[in-house]
C-alpha cells in the first residue's frame, strides 16, 4: 500500500521568502509524484509531476520538486513567495497508473 | 479544452434524500476518476473508469453510492438516502494515461461539488 505525509499543516513565510513544503512517501514499486495547489472552494490544480528522467522537476508558477528515491521525499520548493501563493498544497502518489493517494494538505499563508 | 465540468456546484439537502452529481471530462480523456474530500484532509478515492466500464472502487464506496458512465463520456454519482457523514466536497477528474512501457496517469480536475446534508 502507498501512503503520503505532508509535514505541517500550516506553514507561514514572508512575501520573498523561500518556501518549502515537505512530502514523504510509502510505495511499493517506483511511484509517480504530483503536486497540487487548491484554492478555497476550487478543484485541484496540477503544479507539478514526476513521471520518469530528470528528478529535479519545474512546475508552474515558479515551484520546483525533486525526487529523491534514497530519502523517500519530494518536497516543494519557490525561491521567493508571492501572496498569490497563499493556498491548500498537496502531495500525491501513484505507484501505477489509476488512483492516487493523497497527503493531508499543506495551508501556505503568506505574510506581506 | 474547456476543462473538467461539475455539476451542480452547490448541493443542499435533507438528510435521507436521494441526490445526483455529474462530471463532463475532458474530451479526449478515457479515465474518468471521483474523489471525497472533507475538512482538513486531502482526496479520498472513491472509484474510477476506463471508457465505461468501471474498474475500481474503494471500500469507502457504500451501497448507497453508485456511479455511472454509461457512453465512455460523462459519469453521474449518485447518493441514496443521504446521512450527514456525506456532507464533503465531490471532485472529478479525468485523464489519458501515457507511456511507452509503464503508464503514468495525470489527473486534471474539475472544480467539485460540495455537498451539505442537513
Known amino acids: 500500500a502507498q501512503s503520503v505525509t505532508q509535514l505541517g499543516s500550516h506553514v507561514s513565510v514572508s512575501e520573498g521568502a523561500l518556501v518549502l513544503l515537505r512530502c514523504n512517501y510509502s510505495s511499493s514499486v517506483p511511484p509517480y509524484l504530483f503536486w497540487y495547489v487548491q484554492y478555497p472552494n476550487q478543484g485541484l490544480q496540477l503544479l507539478l509531476k514526476?513521471?520518469?528522467?530528470?528528478?529535479l522537476v519545474k512546475g508552474i508558477n515558479g515551484f520546483e520538486a525533486e525526487f529523491k528515491k534514497s530519502e523517500t521525499s519530494f518536497h516543494l520548493t519557490k525561491p521567493s513567495a508571492h501572496m498569490s501563493d497563499a493556498a491548500e498544497y498537496f502531495c500525491a502518489v501513484q505507484p501505477n497508473a489509476g488512483k492516487s493517494t493523497f497527503g493531508d494538505g499543506t495551508t501556505l499563508t503568506v505574510k506581506p | 479544452d474547456t476543462g473538467v465540468s461539475q455539476n451542480p456546484r452547490h448541493k443542499i439537502t435533507k438528510r435521507g434524500q436521494n441526490v445526483t452529481f455529474r462530471c463532463d471530462p475532458i474530451s479526449e480523456h478515457n479515465r474518468l476518476y471521483w474523489y471525497r474530500q472533507t475538512l482538513g484532509q486531502g482526496p479520498e478515492f472513491l472509484t474510477y473508469f476506463q471508457n465505461e466500464a468501471q474498474l475500481e472502487k474503494s471500500r469507502l464506496l457504500s451501497d448507497r453510492f453508485s456511479a455511472e458512465r454509461p457512453k465512455g463520456s460523462f459519469s453521474t454519482l449518485e447518493i441514496q438516502r443521504t446521512e450527514q457523514g456525506d456532507s464533503a466536497m465531490y471532485l472529478c477528474?479525468?485523464?489519458?494515461?501515457?507511456?511507452?512501457?509503464?503508464?503514468?496517469?495525470?489527473?486534471?480536475f474539475g472544480p467539485g461539488t460540495r455537498l451539505t446534508v442537513l
Open positions: 477528474a479525468s485523464s489519458q494515461p501515457t507511456g511507452a512501457i509503464r503508464l503514468a496517469d495525470t489527473q486534471y
Open positions: 514526476y513521471t520518469t528522467g530528470a528528478t
